[in-house]
């Protein structure tokens, strides 16, 4: 079974204090109501630009899920 996009991000945690993938991450991990089951992209889309700040930006969201598609999903 695939594992969700909150779980694959959290492994950008604990990055360089400049990495936005990083800062993405710890915003997400303390954000208490990111839909941390969710794998569907326009789902967490349409989350992330509802609740976008100076971490959790769209912009680092595609490239995050770019990513988890590519190692996750079309395994």
Known sequence: MNKSFYRFALSFRGGEKKD????????????????????????????????ANDDLRSIVFDDLYLIYTERILER
């Open 20 to 51: 936005e993938k990083a800062q993405f991450a710890e915003a997400m991990f303390n954000d208490l109501s990111f839909p941390k089951e969710e794998k569907d992209y326009d789902s967490l889309s349409r989350y992330v630009e509802e609740h």
